[in-house]
Each structure stands twice: as structure tokens, then as C-alpha cells.
């Protein structure tokens, strides 16, 4: 039997991702590995064979003998919190990717397939190009960015196949809903559950592809078994794009309520829109799924998910500059 790795396999791309192959693509196994700090074991799909470890600190190589393709999404995407826990960015989304990258090559894994983000393009011109260059504005970009080029110089000297993803915005069910630093539309579900506004930074006005994973799927098994997709770095995201605030509306007419409170503006990117180009003839990604149908499947799902409590840092690496709505009390 063939076999996959997918590493972040409690979270949303993760497990979405491996019940798609398992219901697809029946000839892989499939081996999985997460340490349940953001994804939950209940979402990993049966008939994975799971292993709980710290990719960053964990002795994962073992696992990855004689894997074909290897989806590598763990990481802890709070881009908005990453200033302020630094050191615990660069360990889970950089040297962690490390501890992956020489998996892969000690065991010649046929293709690595990485989630990088957005976030690489930092305040370039929208919509974001591949070929743009890259100009982060936080620690979790340059992790990311960090990363692309470590993968690419493993491809030029070790021969190593890689694709390297890029995804805007991608929501749906699985979607951590309990973290307070990531994932708005998880976060406002999370609030309109618990009785709270869906709290929005600064006015509303910045711009997000959202894209609903439903649609990622089909693309992603692309990236790690299509010749297309070799050695290519490509967006991933929604050709449609929508205020912050426009999106709280869609959400609020889903739910059916729901009354907004604005915060302090937080340091981000303005408007983070993708170009489609690559995706669409590289990987035949296409936008199907409306916000409002994707957001009513994902309301659906959180309305039904246990009374968890929302996940909070106690302590910060650095305190200085952090927003009030994030002080510890
Ligand atoms: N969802 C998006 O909108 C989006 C956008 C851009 C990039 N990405 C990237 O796509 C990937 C998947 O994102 P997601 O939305 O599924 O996130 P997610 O948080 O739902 O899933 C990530 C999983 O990785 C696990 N994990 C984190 N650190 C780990 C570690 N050190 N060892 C083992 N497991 C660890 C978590 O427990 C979680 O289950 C990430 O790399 C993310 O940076 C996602």
C-alpha cells in the first residue's frame, strides 16, 4: 500500500485533508501526526494511524519511511499574536519544518507538500502574486518565508520534490473555534455561542479572501500528486473577496443575530488578496462554495461541538505593546 504523511492532522487542513484521500483515494495509508495543541484527536479521521508528537522537538523521522507525499501543516498560525511569542513562532513553525524537511530527505520522500500563507506577501500590492516578492510584516511570515527557502534549497541539493502552498483565509468544518488570536470566523462563532459581540479590530475595512476548504481539497491532493505542481509555489484562496465587516454580515444572517463591538486596530496587513491564476491552471482550483453556503455548513458543525473553554495564553514572551484586548488581566 502507498503511503502519506500528514503532520497538523487534528487541525482543520489536516484532517479534512486525510478524510478526503481516505474516502478517495483508498490505495494510501495514511499516518498522522499532531500534539493536540490546536487540533483535537476526536476530528482525526478513523483509520489513521496517529502518533501524538512535538514535530519540533519530537523524533519523527522514523515515521516517514517510505512515504510518498508528505502534507505538512502543523503550525501555530496566530499571525496577529506572533510578535509577541517569538521564540515559540520560530520553534513550532520554523524549526519544527526542519525536523520535516530532514525526514523527508533522509527517507527520499517522493513530494513535500508545505502550507506556507499569505502572510509571506506582508504589505505588497494586492492581489498578491507568487512571483511578488515576499514582504513580511510579523515573525509567523517570516517563519513561513523561512521555510519556502529552506525547502527549496533541500530540492536544488538533495533532490528533494516539493509544492509549496500558500492558502488565504481557508475555513470550514474542523476549524479551531476556541482560540481567541486566530480564525475570525471561528472566533465569532465561538463569541455568538457564549452570548458576546463578534468583536472586529479597527473598523472593518480590511479585505480577506475567505475560502472555504471544501473547495482546497481537490487542489491540495493536486499539489502532492500532480506533475503540474512540482517544485511550484501557488496561492491558494477565494476569487471573491469581502470586508471584515462585510463578512461579519454574512455571518450574522447565517446565524440569524449577532451585534458587533470594535477594538483597537491591531498592526496587520490592510487588504491580503490572492491572485488566482496559478491555482486555477496549475492545480484546477475553483471558487464554488459562496461564503454564505460555506459559513452555514460550518455554524451547523459548531452549534453541535462540546462546551470547550476559549484557549488563552497566561503568560506572553513579551508583554510590551500587546493590544488591551489582549492584556491579562
Ligand atoms: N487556515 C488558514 O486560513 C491558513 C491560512 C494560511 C496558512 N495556513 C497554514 O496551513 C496549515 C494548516 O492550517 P490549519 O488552519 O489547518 O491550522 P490548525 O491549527 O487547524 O491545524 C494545525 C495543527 O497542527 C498541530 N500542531 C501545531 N504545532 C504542532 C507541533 N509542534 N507538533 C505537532 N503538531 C502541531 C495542531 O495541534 C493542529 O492540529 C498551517 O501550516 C497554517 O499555517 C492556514
Same mark, same amino acid.
Given at each position: 500500500? %502507498?503511503?502519506?504523511?500528514?503532520?497538523?492532522?487534528?487541525?482543520?487542513? *489536516?484532517?479534512?485533508?486525510?478524510?478526503?484521500?481516505?474516502?478517495?483515494?483508498?490505495?494510501?495509508?495514511?499516518?498522522?501526526?499532531?500534539?493536540?495543541?490546536? *487540533?483535537?484527536?476526536?476530528?482525526?479521521?478513523? *483509520?489513521?494511524?496517529? &502518533?501524538?508528537?512535538?514535530?519540533?522537538?519530537?523524533?519523527?523521522?522514523?515515521?516517514?519511511?517510505?512515504?510518498?507525499? !508528505?502534507?505538512?501543516?502543523?503550525?501555530?498560525?496566530?499571525?496577529? $499574536?506572533? =510578535?509577541?511569542?517569538?521564540?515559540?513562532?520560530?520553534?513550532?513553525? $520554523?524549526?519544527?519544518?526542519?525536523?520535516?524537511?530532514?525526514?523527508?530527505?533522509?527517507?527520499?520522500?517522493?513530494?513535500?507538500?508545505?502550507?506556507?500563507?499569505?502572510?509571506?506577501?506582508? !504589505?505588497?500590492? #494586492? =492581489?498578491?502574486?507568487?512571483?511578488?516578492? #515576499?514582504?513580511? +510584516?510579523?515573525?509567523?511570515?517570516?517563519?513561513?518565508?523561512?521555510?519556502?527557502?529552506?525547502?527549496?534549497?533541500?530540492?536544488?541539493?538533495?533532490?528533494?520534490?516539493?509544492?509549496?502552498?500558500? =492558502? &488565504?483565509?481557508?475555513?470550514?468544518?474542523?476549524?479551531?473555534?476556541?482560540?481567541?488570536?486566530?480564525?475570525?470566523? @471561528?472566533?465569532?462563532?465561538?463569541?455568538?455561542?457564549?452570548?458576546?459581540?463578534?468583536?472586529?479590530?479597527?473598523?472593518?475595512?480590511?479585505?480577506?479572501?475567505?475560502?472555504?476548504?471544501?473547495?482546497? $481539497?481537490?487542489?491540495?491532493?493536486?499539489? @502532492?500528486?500532480?506533475?503540474?505542481?512540482?517544485?511550484? +509555489?501557488?496561492?491558494?484562496?477565494?476569487?471573491?473577496?469581502?470586508?471584515? %465587516?462585510?463578512?461579519?454580515?454574512?455571518?450574522? %444572517?447565517?446565524?440569524?443575530?449577532?451585534?458587533?463591538?470594535?477594538?483597537?486596530?491591531? &498592526?496587520?496587513?490592510?487588504?491580503?488578496?490572492?491572485? &488566482?491564476?496559478?491555482? !486555477?491552471?496549475?492545480?484546477?482550483?475553483?471558487? /464554488?462554495?459562496?461564503?454564505?453556503? *460555506?459559513?452555514?455548513?460550518?455554524?451547523?458543525?459548531?452549534?453541535?461541538?462540546?462546551?470547550?473553554?476559549?484557549?488563552?495564553?497566561? /503568560?506572553?514572551?513579551?508583554?510590551?505593546?500587546?493590544?488591551?484586548?489582549?492584556?491579562?488581566?
Amino acid at each position: 500500500m %502507498k503511503k502519506i504523511v500528514i503532520t497538523g492532522v487534528a487541525g482543520l487542513l *489536516g484532517s479534512r485533508m486525510a478524510e478526503w484521500i481516505l474516502a478517495n483515494h483508498p490505495e494510501y495509508s495514511i499516518v498522522g501526526i499532531d500534539d493536540l495543541s490546536g *487540533g483535537y484527536l476526536d476530528q482525526v479521521p478513523k *483509520g489513521v494511524n496517529f &502518533h501524538q508528537i512535538d514535530i519540533s522537538t519530537g523524533d519523527i523521522s522514523e515515521l516517514f519511511k517510505d512515504a510518498q507525499i !508528505v502534507y505538512h501543516f502543523a503550525a501555530y498560525a496566530a499571525e496577529g $499574536l506572533s =510578535p509577541f511569542i517569538r521564540k515559540f513562532n520560530y520553534n513550532c513553525n $520554523l524549526v519544527a519544518t526542519a525536523n520535516v524537511v530532514n525526514a523527508c530527505i533522509q527517507h527520499s520522500v517522493g513530494r513535500l507538500v508545505f502550507t506556507s500563507s499569505m502572510a509571506v506577501y506582508g !504589505v505588497g500590492k #494586492p =492581489p498578491f502574486k507568487e512571483s511578488d516578492a #515576499p514582504a513580511p +510584516i510579523d515573525p509567523y511570515g517570516v517563519a513561513k518565508y523561512a521555510c519556502e527557502m529552506d525547502i527549496q534549497i533541500a530540492g536544488e541539493q538533495h533532490g528533494l520534490d516539493w509544492c509549496i502552498i500558500r =492558502p &488565504h483565509n481557508v475555513y470550514g468544518r474542523n476549524q479551531n473555534i476556541w482560540d481567541r488570536y486566530r480564525n475570525v470566523l @471561528g472566533i465569532w462563532m465561538y463569541q455568538n455561542i457564549n452570548g458576546l459581540p463578534f468583536t472586529i479590530f479597527g473598523d472593518g475595512s480590511q479585505q480577506r479572501a475567505f475560502s472555504c476548504i471544501d473547495d482546497c $481539497l481537490l487542489p491540495l491532493w493536486k499539489a @502532492g500528486t500532480d506533475a503540474r505542481a512540482s517544485k511550484q +509555489i501557488i496561492n491558494i484562496g477565494s476569487w471573491k473577496y469581502y470586508t471584515i %465587516k462585510e463578512a461579519s454580515e454574512v455571518l450574522k %444572517k447565517v446565524i440569524g443575530s449577532g451585534q458587533t463591538k470594535h477594538e483597537e486596530a491591531r &498592526h496587520e496587513v490592510k487588504d491580503a488578496l490572492p491572485s &488566482h491564476e496559478l491555482s !486555477v491552471s496549475l492545480l484546477d482550483y475553483e471558487d /464554488t462554495t459562496s461564503l454564505q453556503a *460555506g459559513l452555514t455548513d460550518m455554524w451547523n458543525w459548531a452549534q453541535q461541538q462540546p462546551k470547550r473553554a476559549q484557549q488563552s495564553w497566561k /503568560t506572553y514572551e513579551l508583554e510590551k505593546g500587546i493590544y488591551s484586548f489582549w492584556k491579562n488581566k
